[in-house]
T-cell receptor, first 109, second 116 residues
Framework: AQRVTQPEKLLSVFKGAPVELKCNYS??????LFWYVQYSRQRLQLLLR??SRESIKGFTADLNKGETSFHLKKPFAQEEDSAMYYC???????????FGKGTTLSVSS | EAGVVQSPRYKIIEKKQPVAFWCNPI?????LYWYLQNLGQGPELLIR????????DSQLPKDRFSAERLKGVDSTLKIQPAELGDSAVYLC??????????????FGEGSRLTVL
């Protein structure tokens, strides 16, 4: 079965603290994984994709096939990082995304 | 570029009434998706179009939901009759068509439905 699990509904941190948003997946073969973000009053948008190995807004995510994880990390959280974060998996057919339930990140000063 | 445009943004109806949502994708995007987002959940795929053809509608409850994408551009999602459990946000997204989806979907702002 193809599935994405985000175990935390809410993650609250202080500004400057490290952040790790957890994502685990279930997939047969080599997965393609993504992080999407939704800031307050904005539309859902792509943050980063594992295949690009990029760092966006200081966030990185590494695919760990052994642990079937794709955790999103940032060393120093900023208040503007407060948003809803969704981990997503490209389905086996390569035609649509399967989303996790999302984690709300709240960064306070 | 306006991005994906959806309307209405909000809709309140009584149960058993019909409702329709409209989506205009980004120009040139052949693939269009309708996702359902219940409160506290992630988006779930309802239907996917490649041009005017519905190529994946396995998750669409066909007894009350219908969708169309005439001329392969705009799309309409209809519910008739609506039930209390249909209260949710209906998201439209579009993407470029390729031999393999890049995973970048461009979402609209969503249509929030409340059924009383």
């Amino acid at each position: 079965a193809q599935r994405v699990t985000q175990p935390e509904k809410l993650l609250s941190v202080f500004k400057g603290a490290p952040v790790e948003l957890k994502c685990n997946y279930s997939y047969s073969g080599s997965p393609e994984l993504f992080w999407y973000v939704q800031y307050s009053r904005q539309r859902l948008q792509l943050l980063l994709r594992h295949i690009s190995r990029e760092s966006i807004k200081g966030f990185t995510a590494d695919l760990n096939k052994g642990e079937t994880s794709f955790h999103l990390k940032k060393p120093f959280a900023q208040e503007e990082d407060s948003a809803m974060y969704y981990c997503a998996l490209l389905n086996q057919a390569g035609t649509a995304l399967i989303f996790g339930k999302g984690t709300t990140l709240s960064v306070s000063s | 570029e306006a991005g994906v445009v959806q309307s209405p943004r909000y809709k309140i109806i009584e149960k058993k009434q019909p409702v329709a949502f409209w989506c205009n994708p980004i120009s040139g995007h052949n693939t269009l998706y309708w996702y359902l987002q219940n409160l506290g959940q992630g988006p779930e795929l309802l239907i996917r179009y490649e041009n005017e053809e519905a190529v994946d509608d396995s998750q669409l409850p066909k007894d009350r939901f219908s969708a169309e994408r005439l001329k392969g551009v705009d799309s309409t999602l209809k519910i008739q009759p609506a039930e209390l459990g249909d209260s949710a946000v209906y998201l439209c997204a579009s993407s470029l068509t390729g031999t393999r989806n890049t995973g970048e979907l461009f979402f609209g702002e969503g249509s929030r439905l409340t059924v009383l």
